[in-house]
C-alpha cells in the first residue's frame, strides 16, 4: 500500500537477516521461468536425449548467474526501490542485508555460476551468460532504467538471452533457431513489463523512473502494449513458417497469442481498474505455456 512507504533511504538496521532474504534477493519465480526457457533452448537444440552434464551444469551456470544478476539490481535499486509501494519491503531497502553483504552474495554466485559454465559447459555459453548478466545489473539497471522509457525494450534482450544460452550449452553454436526464441522473449517483454507499469504508474512516477506511463502517459503506453501484442503473436508464428516447430506448436501459441489479444484490447478499449495485472499475469503464464508447448512440440512433431 502506498501510505507504507515512508522510506527514501534505506533503514541503517541490519540485524534479522535470514536465508529467505537472500532467496528472495535472487527473484526466485522470475529465474524458474528463465530457466525453463533456457531448458527448451537445450531441449530444441537436438534431437535425441540430451547429455546430462551440460544440462545439468548449464542450468546450475544460467541460474546462479541470472540470480547473481537479480541480487545486483537489489543493491542497485535500493533507494529506488525504497520509495515504492511495490518494493519498498525488500531486504536491502529495508536494512535487512547491507549492500556490502548483498554484493558478496552476487559475487560468489557469479563466480560459481561463470566457473560451472567454464569448466562443464563450454566458453562461449560463459562468456555469453556473463554478458547477460552485465547487460541487466549494469546497463539495464544501472543506466538505461534511469535514462529513457525504452529502457525494457533494449533491457529486455539480457531477460531474453536464455533459450540461446541453453542452446550453445548443449551445441557450443549460435543457430538462428535460438535467434528465434530470444526474438520471442524480446517482444515478449515490453508488454509483460509495461501493464504492469499502467498499474504502478504513480510508483515509478513517485520514484522518478521515466517508465513509459510517466514519460508519454498511460494511454500511449496501452497503445504501445497492444501494438507488442500483435507483433508477438506475428513473431509467434514464425517457428512454425520455417519449419522449425510443427501443428501443436501453431495451434497452442495461436491460442496463446488470441488470449493475449484479448487483454491488450481490453486494456487498451475497455478496462477496468484489475484490467492491467490481469494482463500482467496473463503475460506470465503465455510465455511459461508457450515454452511448455514447444517443448511438447518438440518430442511428439506433428507436420502437415
Ligand atoms: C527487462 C525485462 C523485464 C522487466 C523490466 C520485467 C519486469 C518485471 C517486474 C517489475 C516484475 C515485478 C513483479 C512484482 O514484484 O510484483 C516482474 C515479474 C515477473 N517477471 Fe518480468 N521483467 C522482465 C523480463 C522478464 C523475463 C525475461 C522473464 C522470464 C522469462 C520474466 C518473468 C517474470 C516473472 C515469472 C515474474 C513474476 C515474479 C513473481 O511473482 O515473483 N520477466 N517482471
Ligand atoms: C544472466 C541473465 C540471463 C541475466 C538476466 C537476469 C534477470 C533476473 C532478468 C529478469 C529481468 C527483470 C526481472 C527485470 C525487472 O527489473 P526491474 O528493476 O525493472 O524490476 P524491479 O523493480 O521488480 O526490481
Redesign the pocket.
Known amino acids: 500500500m502506498a501510505k507504507s512507504v515512508s522510506a527514501t533511504q534505506p533503514h541503517q538496521s541490519l540485524s534479522r537477516a535470514s536465508w529467505r532474504d537472500y532467496y528472495e534477493m535472487t527473484?526466485p519465480?522470475?529465474v524458474?521461468?528463465?530457466l525453463l526457457?533456457a531448458l527448451v533452448g537445450m531441449c530444441l537444440s537436438t534431437p535425441g536425449w540430451l547429455p546430462w552434464q551440460p544440462l545439468v551444469a548449464g542450468l546450475m551456470g544460467i541460474g546462479a548467474l541470472s540470480s547473481a544478476a537479480a541480487v545486483i539490481n537489489h543493491v542497485m535499486d535500493r533507494r529506488i526501490d525504497a520509495q515504492m509501494a511495490?518494493?519498498f519491503n525488500r531486504p536491502v531497502p529495508k536494512g535487512k542485508v547491507s549492500p556490502r553483504r548483498a554484493l558478496i552474495f552476487a559475487g560468489l554466485l557469479a563466480a560459481a555460476g561463470y566457473l560451472v559454465l567454464e569448466i562443464w559447459v563450454n566458453r562461449l555459453t560463459a562468456l555469453l551468460t556473463l554478458a547477460s548478466l552485465v547487460g541487466?545489473a549494469m546497463v539495464?539497471t544501472m543506466y538505461l532504467k534511469r535514462a529513457t522509457p525504452q529502457n525494457?525494450v533494449i533491457?529486455?534482450l539480457?531477460?531474453?538471452a536464455?533459450p540461446l544460452l541453453g542452446w550453445t550449452a548443449i551445441t557450443g553454436e549460435v543457430h538462428p533457431y535460438a535467434l528465434l526464441l530470444v526474438l520471442i522473449?524480446f517482444i515478449w517483454?515490453p508488454p509483460?513489463?509495461w501493464a504492469?507499469a499502467i498499474h504502478r504508474e504513480k510508483d515509478y512516477a513517485r520514484a522518478q523512473v521515466p517508465m513509459l506511463p510517466v514519460t508519454h502517459g498511460v494511454a500511449f503506453t496501452k497503445t504501445s502494449v497492444l501494438l507488442y501484442t500483435i507483433l508477438l503473436a506475428i513473431v509467434c508464428l514464425m517457428p512454425y513458417l520455417v519449419g522449425m516447430t510443427g501443428v501443436i506448436y501453431f495451434i497452442g501459441s495461436s491460442l496463446l497469442n488470441v488470449g493475449f489479444l484479448y487483454y491488450a484490447l481490453k486494456l487498451k478499449f475497455n478496462a477496468d481498474e484489475h484490467t492491467a495485472m490481469q494482463t500482467f499475469r496473463f503475460s506470465?503464464l503465455h510465455?511459461m505455456v508457450l515454452f511448455l508447448v514447444l517443448l511438447v512440440d518438440h518430442y511428439f512433431k506433428i507436420t502437415l
Do not use: D, E, Q, S
Request: aromatic share 12%; net charge positive.
Open positions: 527473484k519465480n522470475v524458474l521461468l528463465l526457457t511495490r518494493t541487466y539495464y525494457i533491457g529486455g539480457a531477460g531474453a536464455p522473449i517483454t509483460h513489463f504492469l506470465i510465455l
